[in-house]
């Protein structure tokens, strides 16, 4: 039984035209769509005006209730092209219970050719669109969308953001009544900026006095179309006698935003790093990049091939809806890069290679839509597989490999980032307002923003060494293609994974040692290896003749890994740990206490690490979530998400827990 996220299911009419079957109802006017948008939205929210007003490094938020088919978010688009000045940016969030398949997307979009620019790029990054936050990145970076899949009543308490512009957009009233509810308008109002505009199709009394009840002062408005009237507001704050929300707890509060030049220090140039640098980057940063290497890439982040791996439970932990946004994001920062070379979508198989295994998967299976991840029997399994396998699993069909440093080079690459190599930071120390990165005596660089992505190697500042970060020693062995190891068409995981070929090498992995800490691969790590390759697929053991090789011989390299306890990322500004202690020591007394005292931030100071063995998923969004916090944007994840990878929670939980 499939219970989620079924795609939009749709009708369409003799002029191509998409219609609802679940709410019987059409997406646009039937008269003209483009016409009543940019009537309905883009005019009574003044968004040329807006848009042209904006400072050059200013942006604009509009959130939306009903992404549909996106004709609103490309109208919106178009229009910030032609008005806004360069280096401004567009964020537009936009929530979304039913999305519709690529396939339907695609459809309903080519009615309008004069949107087909922008089209093609969402149409481009429409993939690995799943539950929950869906970040898409368009234009470079200039423009950004933020979709929340899933109800709007669910997915928009969730969100950190403050929306300049609302488009209420759901299906009529009449049909779609769960869109137009006093707890979506009190929802609305919480995330509305001071002088938020609003806007809608519908003039319906109900849904006027109910926006009226909820703090946005709405007015009825000539209609287009067939429409007599509509309605269209601002926000004027909460209504008497209705208590607004309370204040973000402090230690999770965003930091001021900091004032004076956009310039940022990141230190390390793996996978964290340089996705910290190319989000900032597209954000106007001006960003330099420190490794002590002479090139990115050379630790964790440096291995031939990685998996897109997706270890997911069924229950909707953090770490798992952190997994299927990080994982949806990669993906699409992918579509950019080399196919074949730099990655490849060939799938990813989890083989159910035990009982616990079994279950667990069988759970996973029940609780996620086919799109992400199917079960296959032994004999489905084997045929995707294409070599001998004893087992059925869990097939992700968009997973596949990444060769790591290729996204690092890509992302280090841009615009605004210059990589200052062999850059070895050993100390950092603040003056007046900017960090100061110190390699003994010699002053590197200097910024008023810093950003830790040195691994756990962050350990080494004062200001990070009380992070909970552990290193664990992994290895990987490179496995030259035979004719026969040609056959295998996906990466097959069961506790070691191996991927098909990338430039005549098969990249077997991994060891996992939590006490050495020497870098130097070892055969009896390799053999380890080899033995988790049995359990894959003793076929493709035999297909590579590895019988034939001296394991002495063999070839591989060893890195890293930095891990925290709770196995999530630690990621956002970071707070002086002594004073925060001092600051809500009455924590450690009553755990429901929230002190009105503000967080000692280290002004400026970020960290982006502790992407343990899913960097590749986790870190580059990681980068936006961390751009979001400093440049105090809409938050690329649930607010809990953001909260469970904030650097505040180990001194929070040692508070209250006295330990
Ligand atoms: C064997 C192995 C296999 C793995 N397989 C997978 C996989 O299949 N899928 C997956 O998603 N993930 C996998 N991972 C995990 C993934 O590689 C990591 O999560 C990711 O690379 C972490 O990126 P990072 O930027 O945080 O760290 P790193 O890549 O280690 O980068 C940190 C950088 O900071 C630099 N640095 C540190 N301190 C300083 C300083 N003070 N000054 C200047 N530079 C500094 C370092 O030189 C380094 O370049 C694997 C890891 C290992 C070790
Ligand atoms: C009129 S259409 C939106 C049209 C869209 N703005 C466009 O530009 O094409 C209404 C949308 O609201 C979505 N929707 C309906 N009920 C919802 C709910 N409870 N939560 C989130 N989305 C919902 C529908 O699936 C549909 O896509």
Known sequence: MKPVLPHAQLDWDDLGRPRSRVFDDVYFSDQSGLDETRYVFLEQNRLAERFAALPAHGRLVIGETGFGTGLNFLCAWQLFEQHAPAGARLHFVSVEKYPLSPADLQRALALWPSLKAQADQLLKHYVAIHQGFQRIVLDHGRVTLTLLIGDALEQLPQLDAQIDAWFLDGFAPAKNPEMWTAELFAELARLAAPGSTISTFTSTGWVRRLLNA???KMKRTPGIGHKWEILRGEFLGWPEGVAPPPPDKPWFARPAPVSGERHALVIGAG???CASAASLAARGWRVSLLERHDAVAQEASGNPQGVLYLKLSAHGTALSQLIVSGFGYTRRLLETLQRGTDWDDCGVLQLAFNHKEAERQAQLA???PEDLLQWLDQPQAQARAGV???HGGLFYPEGGWVHPPALCQAQASRDHVQLLKHHDVLQLRKVDDHWQAFDGDRLLASAPVVVLAGAAEIKRFAQSAELPLKRI????????QTAQSQALATVVCAEGYVAPARLGEHTLGASFDFNSDDLTPTTAEHLGNLAMLEEISSDLVARLNLGEQPAEQLQGRAAFRCTSPDYLPIVGPLADREAFTQAYAALGRDARQVPDIPCPWFE????????????????????EL???WLDNEPLPLPRSVAEACHPNRFALRRLIRGK
């Open 366 to 368: 029940a609780a996620f």
């Open 388 to 390: 001998g396998l004893a």
């Open 626 to 628: 961390l751009a979001a």
């Open 214 to 216: 909820a703090g946005f």
């Open 604 to 623: 400026g100071l970020y960290v982006n690490s502790g992407h343990g063995s899913r960097g590749l998923i986790t870190a580059p969004l990681s980068g």
């Open 271 to 273: 996978l964290a790093g």
């Open 473 to 480: 020693r992994g290895q990987i062995t490179r496995l030259a």
